[in-house]
């Protein structure tokens, strides 16, 4: 079994720990499966370790015709349906699965990353009405939130450290330089203010993976305060499709620093499930939006998963 050597369990897609530890993913699966597979033949699109084919022969499923692209995921794929038996129920084909192939009466898949489309997810979904897809709505949010100018000029330098004061709301510059001054004196650190200019009125992109003097909050910062001002759901594949544009209103926002944070997600009747609670991280692409004088466009290419303004 010379292919276990070279299965990274910690970063290949299908079966990084990372993902196949996912409760919330593995949930949201769970429950939605449990309403269509029973007695069903199904077609699984990434087997990985096999999770969400044994949640569905766990809810009835009769038999599972699973694709697993990848020769070594295939072989550890063999493996574990060797071991447990399942070789009657579950049928691993090493293929890439597309939708030329005839559909199954319900298909699944999590082929999906942060932002959505990249692993391919678009190429699979169905022509039309022939098989169940689950989960079967896939979908992009831009949620906003008013910001603060020093927040917005954090996000902005993206400090590398958390010995910092940087309290988020705009207050006298000298109290905060004061208190680092202070920190300083007390703790192994150089006080590095950050930097205080006028920011530029228009569109400033951060990278969600650097860290900022906040860490990662400042992005759920529009989730918890803010709203949704622009959306769209695909469940279809259509071959014309390079990407989906989305115009966001900006009238109300002249004079005003916003957060713009793009969140990602896929849902199937009343289950909803945001990559961004889970192990994928926050999604790519978040902006800062200052004294905007034109509406916002925003493009979400369906073959790159790529966002841009």
């Given at each position: 079994?010379?292919?276990?050597?070279?299965i990274?369990?910690?970063?290949?897609?299908g079966?990084?720990?990372?993902?196949?530890n996912?409760?919330?993913?593995?949930?949201f699966?769970?429950?939605?499966?449990?309403?269509?597979?029973?007695?069903?033949?199904?077609?699984?699109?990434?087997f990985?370790?096999?999770?969400?084919?044994?949640?569905?022969?766990?809810?009835?499923?009769?038999?599972?015709?699973?694709?697993?692209?990848?020769?070594?995921?295939?072989?550890?794929?063999?493996?574990?349906?060797?071991?447990?038996?399942?070789?009657?129920?579950?049928?691993?084909?090493?293929e890439?699965?597309?939708?030329?192939?005839?559909?199954?009466?319900?298909?699944?898949?999590?082929?999906?990353?942060?932002?959505?489309?990249?692993?391919?997810?678009?190429n699979s979904?169905?022509?039309?009405?022939?098989?169940?897809f689950?989960?079967?709505?896939?979908?992009l949010?831009?949620?906003?939130?008013?910001?603060?100018a020093?927040?917005?000029?954090?996000?902005?330098?993206?400090?590398q450290?958390?010995?910092?004061f940087?309290?988020?709301?705009?207050?006298?510059?000298?109290?905060?330089?004061?208190v680092?001054?202070?920190?300083?004196?007390?703790?192994?650190?150089?006080?590095?203010?950050?930097?205080?200019?006028?920011?530029?009125?228009?569109?400033?992109?951060?990278?969600?993976?650097?860290?900022?003097?906040?860490?990662?909050?400042?992005?759920?910062?529009?989730?918890?305060?803010?709203?949704?001002?622009?959306?769209?759901s695909?469940?279809?594949?259509?071959?014309?499709?390079?990407?989906?544009?989305?115009?966001?209103?900006?009238?109300?926002?002249?004079?005003?620093?916003?957060?713009?944070?793009?969140r990602?997600?896929?849902?199937q009747?009343?289950?909803?499930?945001?990559?961004?609670?889970?192990?994928w991280?926050?999604g790519?692409?978040?902006?800062?939006?200052?004294?905007?004088?034109?509406?916002?466009?925003?493009?979400?290419?369906?073959?790159?998963?790529?966002?841009?303004?």
């Amino acid at each position: 079994m010379s292919f276990l050597s070279r299965i990274d369990w910690f970063n290949h897609d299908g079966v990084n720990l990372g993902m196949i530890n996912d409760f919330m993913r593995n949930q949201f699966y769970d429950r939605i499966l449990s309403r269509y597979v029973a007695n069903q033949r199904c077609t699984d699109i990434g087997f990985g370790t096999g999770l969400l084919s044994m949640l569905a022969l766990k809810h009835g499923a009769d038999h599972v015709r699973a694709f697993e692209i990848d020769h070594d995921r295939y072989l550890l794929g063999r493996e574990i349906i060797q071991r447990l038996g399942l070789d009657n129920k579950i049928e691993l084909v090493n293929e890439c699965y597309d939708n030329s192939y005839r559909p199954s009466t319900v298909t699944f898949t999590e082929t999906v990353d942060g932002n959505l489309w990249w692993e391919g997810l678009w190429n699979s979904l169905p022509r039309g009405h022939e098989t169940v897809f689950l989960p079967g709505t896939y979908f992009l949010e831009m949620w906003a939130v008013e910001i603060p100018a020093s927040f917005a000029k954090g996000l902005g330098v993206q400090e590398q450290t958390n010995r910092v004061f940087a309290p988020g709301v705009d207050v006298d510059p000298a109290f905060v330089q004061t208190v680092n001054e202070l920190i300083c004196e007390t703790a192994d650190c150089v006080y590095n203010p950050m930097i205080l200019d006028n920011l530029t009125p228009g569109i400033m992109q951060f990278d969600r993976q650097v860290g900022t003097v906040w860490n990662w909050i400042p992005y759920m910062r529009a989730v918890q305060a803010g709203s949704v001002v622009a959306s769209y759901s695909a469940t279809h594949w259509d071959e014309d499709k390079e990407s989906f544009t989305l115009d966001v209103d900006t009238k109300d926002w002249r004079d005003k620093t916003v957060l713009i944070v793009p969140r990602l997600g896929m849902a199937q009747d009343n289950d909803r499930l945001y990559l961004d609670t889970g192990h994928w991280g926050p999604g790519e692409s978040p902006i800062i939006l200052s004294n905007p004088h034109t509406s916002l466009v925003v493009e979400h290419s369906v073959k790159t998963g790529l966002i841009t303004y």
